[in-house]
């Protein structure tokens, strides 16, 4: 695990505004294997199977445009470190983190349906949550107020007490647990992964002191692991009452459906709770192109998403925002994806890639029936 690359050189000082990306190589150990797509099985017939969805490929390319891409002059690099099982319980319960590491000792486990511990899983959950923990800590220290875990295996999933959806451990419900142990009043949530951020949702349910915003697939439950079904009626419990809002929207809303919803529901929501810190989760795997989603959100709505928090923050937490990586499974274009929303969070005038792919046009038409 202490395998980590150097930041390349810079040719010229960094910009005035940088974002703090916390990584470690050793997330790529985590193996999920190959089958038909998530599922593992392998039917016999195939020449050629599937990498699991969630592989290190993706990841790779995520760091690999940060370190060579035109934003590299905006980032600084930062090493993510192994979390200590105690830091875990803040979010999750003692049995639960003692079924993982059993699954561990045991070298392979399918937690639940395309959710596979395999050697080398746990040491890289334990790196992306640690490097979540370590980005928090570094806003909240003080130290930069826009900050990056690029992590996997990701874990907006992970409910207090149940692995879900390629997820072990809740690595943002960590980080913004955290904030409130440090003093923070109020944290915001707001995840635009493809698929309903349930798990976080699930820890903070009863609380008002965060905000939970979910925009996703309407895809509802997908089983005994991810029993919420992402719906507007799921508003929050007890004091957490009115603090969970659920954004489920249609296959195909694409980049100017995005831009209404944060606009017309993520704004006036914000703006409401006045949080003291934003918690920015993305998973490109809403875009145009991922095998895993449908909505077909480009660079361009990707950017736009990123600069509509980023004034938020300005706003109500003194620009303070952590980025957490979650889904996003096209090798390639997720990483353009994930360069145009950082460009958004630094609020550049101006995109510094161009989209290569991206050439569907918008159905205004549908747009209105929102």
């Not at 635009?192 to 951020?197: A, M, Q």
């Not at 249609?250 to 929501?269: C, F, K, S």
């Amino acid at each position: 695990m202490d395998r980590q690359p150097p930041s390349p050189p810079l040719t010229a000082a960094l910009p005035c505004e940088v974002i703090h990306v916390f990584w470690h190589e050793g997330m790529l150990d985590h193996d999920a294997g190959a089958g038909v797509f998530d599922t593992g099985f392998d039917p016999g017939f195939l020449e050629v199977l599937d990498k699991h969805p969630e592989n290190a490929d993706r990841v790779r390319n995520m760091v690999s445009i940060l370190r060579k891409g035109p934003l590299a002059p905006f980032v600084s690099w930062h090493p993510g470190r192994p979390a200590h099982l105690s830091e875990l319980l803040s979010f999750h319960t003692a049995e639960y983190v003692e079924e993982l590491v059993q699954a561990n000792v045991a070298g392979h486990k399918e937690l639940c349906p395309g959710t596979f511990m395999n050697p080398g899983s746990w040491g890289a959950a334990l790196l992306a949550a640690g490097a979540t923990l370590s980005a928090m800590k570094h806003i909240l220290d003080g130290n930069g107020k826009l900050a990056y875990a690029l992590v996997r295996p990701p874990g907006h999933h992970a409910q207090p007490c149940r692995a879900d959806g390629y997820c072990f451990l809740n690595n943002a419900g960590l980080a913004v647990q955290l904030a409130l142990d440090s003093g923070c009043r109020k944290a915001a949530v707001i995840d635009i992964d493809v698929h309903h951020g349930n798990g976080t949702a699930e820890g903070f349910y009863c609380s008002d002191n965060v905000l939970t915003i979910s925009l996703h697939m309407n895809h509802g439950s997908w089983g005994p692991s991810h029993p919420q079904n992402g719906s507007i009626d799921e508003v929050g419990e007890g004091s957490g009452f009115g603090y969970n809002l659920n954004i489920p929207l249609p296959n195909g809303t694409g980049d100017e459906g995005y831009a209404y919803a944060m606009n017309q529901l993520v704004v006036p929501a914000i703006q409401k709770f006045e949080p003291d810190l934003i918690v920015l989760v993305v998973g490109q795997d809403s875009s145009a192109f991922d095998p895993n989603g449908r909505q077909c959100l480009t660079m361009a709505g990707y950017k736009k998403i990123g600069e509509v928090v980023r004034k938020l923050a300005d706003m109500h937490s003194e620009g303070r925002i952590l980025v957490v990586q979650e889904g996003g499974y096209h090798v390639t274009y997720s990483a353009y994806c994930l360069h145009a929303t950082l460009e958004g969070v630094l609020n550049l005038p101006a995109p510094l890639l161009s989209d290569p792919i991206a050439c569907y046009p918008e159905d205004t038409p549908s747009l209105s029936k929102l």
